[in-house]
């Protein structure tokens, strides 16, 4: 089972500044099968990213996805207030299963 | 626009069971796979398993082998996750979401891009 290890655990930024978050996996991911999510406390989590670096519907242009292999990026360019919560990266590990890494939590400085 | 709606709160006792259910809107249910992902108090996402109702096809995390089912309801829209022999560990919210596939220049992607509300699932005796 692949795993996912994201780094680091919590961020602690201000607003206006860059935000770069990492996702780590024990062997190579398809970059297709790579996504990132947001949860604020008390809400389901919400899709940014799939494919690595496809935004989903609605989702700001100040988040951005990179990365191939085992190592994945999600850049946030300029924080703003709302954006401050948890983030997870999943991967798609076949017939229906998938595995989250176990979250950053982004906090306002 | 694809919602799903699931059912509220329970509380349970030790060794008993709970059904959880999905029900979408907004969207051909026949096309529909669905995810069921677990959030225990403080801690992050897990993976609980997932249904696709036209083909049939049911897969869960082995840790929860023989204690979870994973059905639908097609003429209700509805998707549904059981789970048995409950403990204090399996105290937590519940999600059910799409699980989207995509075609693209990449090949097939997946994600999970609808959400449940989440059900809260407290076991205690």
């Known amino acids: 089972e692949i795993v996912l290890t994201q780094s680091p655990g919590t961020l602690s930024l201000s607003p206006g500044e860059r935000a770069t978050l990492s996702c780590r996996a024990s062997?190579?991911?398809?970059?297709?099968?790579l996504a990132w999510y947001q949860q604020k406390p008390g809400q389901a989590p919400r899709l940014l990213i799939y494919?690595?670096?496809s935004r989903a519907t609605g989702i700001p242009d100040r988040f951005s996805g990179s990365g191939s292999g085992t190592d994945f990026t999600l850049t946030i360019s300029s924080l703003e207030p709302e954006d401050f919560a948890v983030y997870y990266c999943?991967?798609?590990?076949?017939?229906?299963?998938?595995?989250f890494g176990q979250g950053t939590k982004l906090e306002i400085k | 626009q694809v919602q799903l709606v699931q059912s509220g709160a329970e509380v349970k006792k030790p060794g008993s069971s709970v059904k959880v259910s999905c029900k979408a809107s907004?969207?051909?249910?026949?096309?529909?796979?669905f995810a069921w992902v677990r959030q225990a108090p403080g801690h992050g996402l897990e993976w609980v398993g997932g249904?696709?109702?036209?083909?049939?096809?049911?897969n869960f995390a082995q840790k929860f082998h023989g204690r979870v089912a994973i059905t639908s309801d097609e003429p209700t829209n509805t998707a549904y996750m059981e789970l048995s022999s409950l403990t204090s560990e399996d105290t937590a919210v519940y999600y059910c979401?799409?699980?989207?596939?995509?075609?693209?220049?990449?090949?097939?992607?997946?994600?999970?891009?609808?959400w449940g509300q989440g059900t809260t699932v407290t076991v205690s005796s």
């Open positions: 979401a799409r699980n989207r596939e995509w075609t693209g220049e990449g090949g097939a992607y997946y994600a999970m891009d609808v």
């Open positions: 907004g969207g051909t249910f026949s096309s529909f796979a």
């Open positions: 249904i696709i109702p036209f083909l049939d096809t049911v």
């Open positions: 062997q190579s991911v398809r970059s297709s099968y």
């Open positions: 494919a690595a670096s």
């Open positions: 999943q991967q798609f590990a076949g017939s229906l299963s998938y595995t």
